[in-house]
């Protein structure tokens, strides 16, 4: 919205941007180890470690902003599976004096970015508690990841 002056109300470029997380929750958790207690005895390979993520972002108040990080995966593969989990962690994050033009971006990349390291705890206690090594998720682009459905969305529009 601009005002007489064509300036953004609420954005005064004089004062700096803020993203606050104002709380931050598991929303959905699941672990299972659906093999033990055959799955915890010596393992003669490497499994393979599957991992999907997924951000979503809605506005719940005037500049309040609900974000959820959704990560799934797991170790192994049908009778081999060792273990797999659901996460969907999520934080409310108040947005200070951002334009209107960088609200999602801020959103999409700047909240999950802040909420992936609670996250990766989460899911590596887990791992432990089911009984193996801790699994410490890689760092995520998620400014990358955002790029990437944009595109999506853009090609899906096109399309049209």
């Known amino acids: 919205m601009a005002d007489g002056?064509?300036?953004?109300?609420?954005?005064?470029?004089?004062?700096?941007?803020r993203i606050n997380?104002?709380?931050?929750?598991?929303?959905?958790?699941?672990?299972?180890?659906?093999?033990?207690?055959?799955?915890?005895?010596?393992?003669?390979?490497?499994?393979?470690i599957s991992i999907?993520?997924?951000?979503?972002?809605?506005?719940?108040?005037?500049?309040?902003?609900?974000?959820?990080?959704?990560?799934e995966g797991g170790a192994g593969e049908g009778p081999g599976l060792l273990f797999k989990f659901e996460l969907n962690y999520a934080g409310v994050f108040r947005l200070e004096n951002i334009p209107p033009d960088q609200v999602q971006p801020a959103i999409m990349i700047e909240g999950p970015r802040l909420l992936?390291?609670?996250?990766?705890?989460?899911?590596?206690?887990?791992?432990?508690?089911?009984?193996?090594?801790p699994l410490y998720l890689d760092p995520v682009d998620f400014h990358a990841l955002f790029l990437q459905r944009v595109a999506a969305a853009n090609a899906v529009q096109a399309v049209s």
């Open 5 to 17: 002056n064509g300036s953004i109300i609420g954005h005064d470029p004089k004062k700096p941007q």
């Open 21 to 48: 997380a104002l709380v931050q929750f598991t929303k959905d958790f699941s672990f299972e180890n659906p093999n033990a207690p055959r799955s915890l005895g010596p393992q003669q390979q490497n499994p393979n």
């Open 52 to 71: 999907q993520i997924n951000v979503t972002g809605r506005q719940i108040g005037e500049a309040e902003f609900e974000v959820n990080l959704l990560l």
């Open 116 to 133: 992936f390291p609670f996250a990766r705890q989460i899911i590596a206690d887990a791992v432990r508690n089911g009984g193996f090594p």
